[in-house]
């Protein structure tokens, strides 16, 4: 693929990638097979790493879904890896304006609440026509290269990462327990000594949640360990926030438990659960049905 092309896919989303201008991209791409959905992918990776992240720390970026009047933050974390992704879907020529000079970024309002949707457009359009789930990370996502030598597994090596995402909104008592729980194992010794069997960098585990099918892949590359997920997103509801805890520690004991299974290591330690997590009783699960069945029977209208 040229860099024309990539261009070319990239203005479909008229200067913002968001649920509404994704769509059109994706369907674009999946209509061009497989080779060049993995090109199209291979080059945004390239595009992304041009602009680097250090080069846009500590400069105040607003978002336009912003309240009105607030004022713009210096970004952190995955903040800053959706700007970026905001700034390669502004186009070529706002592209090249930063990559020069990445004050620039303060000038304008960004979708970078919504732009990691450039990214989850290659999968989805990799799904559409090949019929199969994208394996290994979504361009941008953890790009940074291994180092040469070998990692050793210990409680300040950051050998366990965690990327959540969605289709709509991940529960915040969700979202919150999962980092808890990560934060725990990544500093556990016992946790240490059984990703050093691995020998390997790093375990880096996506999970997706969508109103699709659900799958699950771990593979293999350069030193570190790709474990993708998709679960359905109606696992969350009727649930309170010591249920969503509890959830959250038992889907990562089922991806630890997988992750362990298919590289052939030791038993794995027992996942940590918040203190809070409690696990759901026979009337929430009653509960839970029956507002399944109602949402069956009243569908919501758009």
């Excluded at 502004?90 to 004050?103: E, N, V, Y």
């Excluded at 609440?113 to 979504?138: C, H, K, M, R």
């Amino acid at each position: 693929m040229t860099e024309e092309e990539f261009w070319s896919f990239i203005d479909l989303l008229g200067g913002a990638a968001n649920q509404r201008t994704t769509p059109t991209m994706t369907e674009a791409l999946a209509r061009e097979g497989k080779t060049r959905v993995e090109e199209f992918a291979n080059m945004l990776t390239e595009t992304l790493q041009r602009i680097e992240i250090e080069s846009l720390t500590g400069i105040p970026a607003r978002d336009a879904n912003d309240p009105s009047g607030a004022q713009p933050v210096p970004l952190v974390g995955d903040a800053l890896i959706n700007l970026r992704m905001a700034v390669v879907a502004a186009g070529r020529s706002r592209f090249h304006q930063i990559q020069k000079d990445p004050s620039l970024v303060a000038d304008h309002a960004w979708d970078f609440s919504e732009s990691d949707g450039l990214a989850e457009a290659v999968s989805l359009a990799y799904e559409n026509t090949t019929g199969q789930p994208w394996v290994g990370p979504l361009p941008g996502v953890h790009m940074g290269e291994p180092e040469e030598s070998t990692a050793t597994s210990t409680a300040e090596t950051s050998w366990l990462n965690l990327a959540l995402h969605g289709d709509s909104d991940i529960p915040a008592a969700y979202f919150d327990a999962s980092g808890t729980v990560v934060e725990t194992v990544q500093g556990d010794a016992q946790w240490c000594t059984w990703w050093a069997h691995a020998e390997q960098h790093e375990l880096i585990i996506e999970i997706e949640y969508a109103s699709k099918m659900e799958h699950s892949s771990v593979t293999t590359q350069r030193g570190r360990v790709w474990a993708s997920f998709r679960r359905n997103d109606s696992r969350f509801r009727g649930l309170n926030k010591a249920g969503l805890a509890y959830l959250a520690a038992t889907d990562l004991e089922a991806v630890l438990t997988l992750v362990s299974t298919s590289l052939s290591l030791p038993a794995p330690p027992k996942v940590p659960r918040p203190a809070h997590a409690t696990p759901p009783t026979r009337r929430d699960d009653s509960a839970r049905a029956r507002l399944e069945q109602l949402r069956q029977r009243h569908p919501k209208r758009s």
